[in-house]
């Protein structure tokens, strides 16, 4: 599988080297030694107790100018709401008096279907004959027959005044209304617009004094900043010349031996204030180490020597080596000799009894009946 090689988040580099140099940091407060306090890191708990004097200081203003604008809020939602139920009041006042004065029972021209007395006012126990109830079927009057046709002009009149009257009065009551309700409008938006005023006043006044309040609290912080600054400043001057007065008064920069010497451990040395070798000591390793040489010589020699009668004892070694061959070469070569001629004499031998069977014992050689006769023979 092939690897990818890739791209760190940049991102994430970032964070891990701010990481690592908070904790370098860090070290380099504990491990001071000037400044050190064993288990607690003074500086660092008063920065954060200043901070959080600091962070607690804006949360509370913050809190005061989110509580003014709570007050705010709650005072223009409570005016409206009073407001709301002032007009739903008066809307629900004028529709009663509207029911009063304009939808009376005796002026009414629905119909009620529950009433129990509907069939008594429609049919009257006194009948005449010019009911209008009656219909041309009834026979109570005819087509064309109208003996109250006065009575009826007058009431139609009199009908149509009463409504002209009525149209003229509701006309009159809508216009009053209208004037009514644009001159309460123009009171609400009047009174709304110079709320909204005031609320702006009091917006931009919250809005100064949290700023007056942050920049109070910026300038306490640059303060407190520039104090830290200078305390640490003079802290560190101080540290320097401490450190510049303990060199010029410490075994460091003089060349005294027994600064180095170990109280616990007199053969050993401090390696902070060693200060190098005594004249002694260089003496006694230059001593030492011609000692070693001329050691060293003489192991060398003897080794030469060592070496020479190796070769002395390999160089005789080859020699007898050579002879032991020049011995076994001429054994070897005897050995052919006496092999070579015991063979031609074994050759002569044999070539001389091969001569005797052929010429004396195979002269008789065997016919075919003599090979018939051993074969029956034989069965």
């Known amino acids: 599988m092939n690897k990818i090689n890739l791209l760190p988040d940049p991102k994430e580099v970032a964070a891990i080297e701010a990481r690592k140099n908070r904790e370098k940091q860090r070290q380099s407060r504990f491990f001071n030694v000037q400044t050190r306090v064993m288990g607690v890191d003074v500086k660092a708990l008063d920065s954060q107790v200043e901070e959080r004097k600091l962070r607690e200081a804006t949360e509370q203003s913050k809190e005061a100018a989110y509580a003014t604008y709570q007050k705010q809020y709650d005072l223009v939602a409570q005016m ?117 005023a005031q609320l702006a006043k009091l917006e931009e006044s919250c809005r100064v004094a949290m700023m007056t309040a942050m920049a109070n609290a910026n300038k306490a912080q640059a303060a407190e900043l520039a104090r830290r600054q200078r305390h640490e400043q003079r802290h560190e001057q101080e540290a320097n010349l ?33 200060k190098g070798m005594t004249p002694e000591q260089r003496a006694a390793i230059k001593k030492a180490q011609e000692v070693q040489h001329h050691e060293k010589e003489a192991q060398r020699r003897a080794e030469r020597a060592l070496n020479a009668k190796r070769e ?68």
């Not at 006042?93 to 119909?111: A, F, H, I, P, T």
């Open 80 to 196: 409206l709401e009073k407001e709301e139920a002032e007009r739903t009041r008066r809307l629900a006042k004028k529709v009663q008096e509207l029911r009063e004065q304009n939808q009376q029972v005796k002026n009414k021209q629905e119909v009620d279907f529950w009433d129990p007395s509907r069939q008594w006012m429609e049919y009257p126990a006194y009948l005449r004959d010019n009911e209008s109830c009656y219909g041309p079927s009834s026979l109570q009057y005819f087509a064309r027959e109208d003996l109250e046709k006065a009575t009826c002009l007058k009431m139609q009149q009199e009908q149509f005044r009463q409504s002209l009257e009525k149209q003229l009065k509701e006309r009159q009551q809508v216009r009053v209304d209208k004037t009514y309700s644009d001159l309460l409008d123009d009171q609400l938006r009047l009174a709304m617009d110079t709320r909204a």
């Open 312 to 379: 002395r004892q390999t160089l005789s070694l080859a020699q007898a080596a050579m002879k032991l061959e020049e011995q076994e070469r001429e054994l070897c070569a005897e050995f052919q000799r006496g092999l070579g001629s015991f063979n031609q004499q074994l050759a002569t031998e044999q070539k001389a009894q091969q001569n005797y069977l052929n010429s004396i014992i195979y002269t008789n050689q065997p016919t075919a009946q003599y090979h018939l006769q051993f074969n029956t023979s034989s069965r």
């Open 242 to 274: 401490k450190e510049i007065q303990k060199q010029v008064t410490s075994n460091l920069l003089t060349e005294n031996p027994q600064a180095s010497q170990n109280s616990v451990a007199p053969h050993r040395v401090l390696p902070h204030c060693w």
